[in-house]
């Protein structure tokens, strides 16, 4: 519960930052390629976009760069399920919503890549969807490390994100398949 509280709570500055990027976006694509609005065609940046941004305000906020690495060792974890065995019977609750928030976090990526990559009906590659998520579950780790003071890279967070999108791309497959059957 206290996860879609700390995202609705956030709501407001997500929806300006997206509606910005976005505008930013259409007038770069007007000069540079002559293109038009066109909701059918856009509405998978716009998706894209709008998770993008869920994505930076829930893993990078608050912002405070921390750039003196004499402290970044403690911040660094890199053996995998020392955090959560580690703060499981401590924590309880918060290692619980933790670890489905890490689980949900990329559960969106899938389909969204799909909306987004999809050309003409076929399907995206599921190892280059794959090679995607990882990198951007890689590369809110280290942007967490840099950008913030109370958030750490660790290598939990991204296997725990991995699961989440596999399942997603397992169940996002299986839909498409069934969708394509009707047709």
Request: aromatic content about 16%; charged content about 15%; some cysteine.
């Amino acid at each position: 519960m206290f996860i879609i509280d700390d995202l609705f709570s956030e709501v407001p500055y997500v929806l300006i930052g997206v509606c910005l990027t976005y505008i930013i976006y259409r007038v770069a694509a007007w000069f540079i390629q002559g293109r038009t609005f066109n909701l059918r065609r856009d509405y998978r940046s716009i998706l894209m976009i709008l998770y993008i941004g869920c994505l930076f305000e829930i893993t990078l906020t608050p912002l405070h760069p921390n750039l003196d690495i004499s402290e970044w060792h403690y911040r660094i974890q890199l053996i995998p399920f020392e955090t959560i065995s580690r703060y499981w019977p401590i924590e309880g609750y918060n290692s619980f919503r933790n670890i489905i928030g890490n689980i949900i976090l990329l559960v969106p990526f899938a389909p969204l890549a799909h909306l987004y990559f999809d050309k003409k009906g076929k399907q995206v590659s599921a190892l280059l969807l794959f090679g995607f998520a990882l990198l951007l579950s890689l590369g809110i780790e280290i942007t967490q490390l840099f950008l913030t003071e109370t958030r750490a890279f660790d290598i939990d967070d991204i296997l725990l994100n991995m699961v989440g999108f596999a399942i997603s791309l397992v169940l996002w497959r299986i839909i498409w398949l069934l969708i394509q059957k009707k047709r």
